[in-house]
């Protein structure tokens, strides 16, 4: 606590009247932003924090917590992602094109729910500069660009008769509309086609993993591939969706999988022969109206995990050759050492050789 004694002199002013007390919290939400005042002992931050900057985060938090923590999630996806030329699009433009210094300060970020009651309490001993540019690249600012707004569970029924979809044989756990921002001048393109061209809008399912979907809303919809390939069955989709670790301690869950709503202009097309697939070409013929995300805790992945198993028995060494992956790796470089040998060898070393050839080449690569 602080005694304030600034103004006593001033005229009706009493000076037999006791001081106020003010606290430390209360003090630095009230003080200019270029002043930083240390909390509960902690040290002042080399560099002065954004105050307007960690306003408008809190309350996008406030507004949408579940819509920031999706995009926020899919963001963190991208920027992990070994694939990050490609899959973070486009970078925030402050940090440079420096991926380092962007993971180096994803590392310090807290979870969006603790943030939150910390932002609540005027506490911001866990934003630094880096952290409060960060979060005001990805939940602000994009948000002129395009943005994720979240339905209630009581919503998804009357969602689907809405796009005259049938509901998944699984329910997602959530459900995200995707808006467009008045900065988004694709999102404008595409509204103006599909104003002209009412009749001939329909609507697709793409399954992914969660990395792909941050170059798909800001960048480019059809990714890093020069065409998309949608399905009519939502649950094909969802088949075609790989799982990918979330971020800990997230309400979206631990492991998520996900599917694209995909509303297009059919213009001629490419589809299959049972009309169930569609082909697109054109990124400006399409739009991502909804994400449908499906989240679960490791456990009950595990255990889904150890179902399919069991129903699939030869799907024990494809599992096999995905979780051990470095010996799967070191078993391809001694065939192809066995196979270099076989020619000054016996017959069955030349046997080994060809059949660890035909297993690298159908298995591994």
Excluded at 63 to 90: H, K, N, Q
Aim: contains cysteine.
């Amino acid at each position: 606590m602080t005694l304030l004694s600034v103004g006593a002199s001033a005229p009706g002013f009493y000076g037999h009247q006791p001081a106020k007390r003010i606290g430390w919290r209360r003090l630095a939400a009230l003080l200019p932003q270029s002043i930083v005042v240390p909390l509960n002992g902690a040290r002042a931050p080399s560099s002065h924090l954004d105050m307007r900057a960690l306003t408008l985060v809190q309350r996008r938090l406030q507004d949408d917590f579940m819509g920031c923590e999706a995009l926020w999630t899919i963001f963190v996806a991208a920027a992990w992602s070994y694939r990050y030329r490609t899959r973070l699009r486009p970078m925030p433009s402050h940090w440079g094109g420096s991926i380092e210094v962007l993971c180096s300060t994803l590392g310090h970020v807290p979870r969006l729910e603790l943030l939150q009651q910390q932002l609540m309490h005027c506490d911001y001993r866990a934003c630094s500069s880096n952290v409060v540019r960060l979060l005001t690249d990805i939940l602000v600012d994009q948000a002129d660009r395009v943005f994720l707004s979240s339905l209630r569970p009581c919503e998804f029924a009357e969602l689907y008769a809405h796009l005259g979809m049938p509901a998944p044989q699984r329910p997602p756990s959530q459900i995200f509309e995707v808006r467009t921002g008045r900065e988004n001048g694709r999102g404008e393109a595409y509204s103006r086609l599909r104003q002209a061209n009412k009749e001939s809008v329909r609507l697709g399912f793409y399954g992914c993993k969660l990395e792909k979907l941050y170059a798909m809303l800001n960048h480019n919809p059809l990714g890093d591939r020069k065409c998309l390939e949608l399905t009519s069955d939502v649950n094909e989709a969802l088949a075609r969706s790989k799982p990918q670790a979330g971020l800990g301690g997230s309400r979206c869950g631990s492991i998520l999988r996900c599917v694209a709503v995909v509303e297009f202009v059919f213009q001629d097309n490419e589809t299959s022969a049972d009309k169930k697939h569609v082909i697109i070409e054109k990124e400006e013929t399409m739009q991502v109206s909804y994400i449908l995300l499906y989240g679960q805790s490791c456990v009950e992945h595990a255990a889904e995990r150890q179902m399919q198993l069991m129903a699939k028995p030869c799907r024990k060494l494809l599992c096999w050759l995905e979780s051990h992956q470095e010996e799967a790796i070191s078993l391809g470089v001694g065939l192809l050492i066995v196979s270099s040998m076989a020619h000054f060898g016996c017959s069955f070393f030349r046997l080994f050789a060809r059949t660890g050839l035909h297993v690298l080449k159908r298995g591994l690569l």
